[in-house]
């Protein structure tokens, strides 16, 4: 039983991970396929790129971050969610207690094509552009032309405790800074819902908060100058690393062009 299964591992899947992750929580991601942003030619609105990046380059430092942070990967397409079910045992009738009965609280069973089932207390649905796996729960979800969105309040929550959704299916704005910010928010959502001790995930220099006599909150770290250098050392090397060489892949094109290879 994972604490949260994020469905999608695109934009904003892979930064509710490293929000969970980094907050202590045992986050699996799974992913049925490709970003829509793999489609992307240059990514150049994203702050902190004054020339932009290449989008795939992007997923790619993403993902690693995501992993980094502690969140595991599974390649699947989920199928369908359904809440775990908690039904008393036959035995227990003569007690006169309500058989089939389930409680959100147990989590959910998530179904993948192909894999073996999967079990998560919380779910986020970070999966642009398909919620046909969240019908079975009646999370509340309105079309648009063929597409579906999914209902949540402002925290990503939905109608179903413990189930949550993240960007573009969350009807958020079609930009990738709109959904990675949606899917932190989201993944800060969740580990508020759960039960992990946490203030705000940040990293400030050593005194800080102990300076003025208070505690380190939890979620936040102090570091020390020496470490400070250490880090952003090895921080500098990877994305010099990163960047070295152009990336082979090629954007993805829209399904319905016909493309001559070259
Ligand atoms: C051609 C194009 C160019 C774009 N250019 C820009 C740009 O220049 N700047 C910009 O800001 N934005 C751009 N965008 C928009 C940006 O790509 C999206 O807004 C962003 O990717 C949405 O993030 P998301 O996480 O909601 O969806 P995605 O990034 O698409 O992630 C959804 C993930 O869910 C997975 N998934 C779907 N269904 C399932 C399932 N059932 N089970 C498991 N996994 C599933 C998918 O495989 C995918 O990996 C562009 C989009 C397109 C199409």
Known sequence: MRDVCIVGGGVAGLAASIFTARAGLDTLVVDGGESI???????????????????RRYLQLSREQARNAGATFELGRVTSVEPIDSAIPSESRDAGETVGKTDLEDGFVLETE???????????????????????????????????????DDAGRTAVD??????????????????????????????????????????VPEGYF?????????????????ERRERDERARKRMLEAF??????????HPSVERDED
């Open 244 to 253: 070295e060489e152009p990336l082979e892949e090629r954007p993805t094109m």
């Open 37 to 55: 942003l793999a489609r992307n030619a240059s990514l150049e609105n994203y702050p902190g790129f004054p020339n932009g990046i290449d989008a």
């Open 210 to 226: 102990t300076g003025r006599g208070r505690e380190v909150p939890p979620g936040c770290e102090e570091i020390t100058e020496e």
């Open 114 to 152: 192909g894999g073996d089932p999967l079990e998560a207390r919380r779910v986020i649905a970070a999966s642009w552009s398909d919620s046909e796996y969240l019908v079975p729960l009646d999370v509340g979800r309105t079309q648009r032309g063929s597409k579906h969105y999914v209902a949540v």
């Open 162 to 203: 413990g189930v949550y959704a993240a960007g573009r299916i969350a009807n958020e704005p079609h930009q990738t800074i709109v959904a990675a910010g949606h899917g932190a928010k989201v993944g800060l959502a969740v580990v508020h819902d759960s039960d992990a001790n946490f203030y705000h995930d940040w990293v």
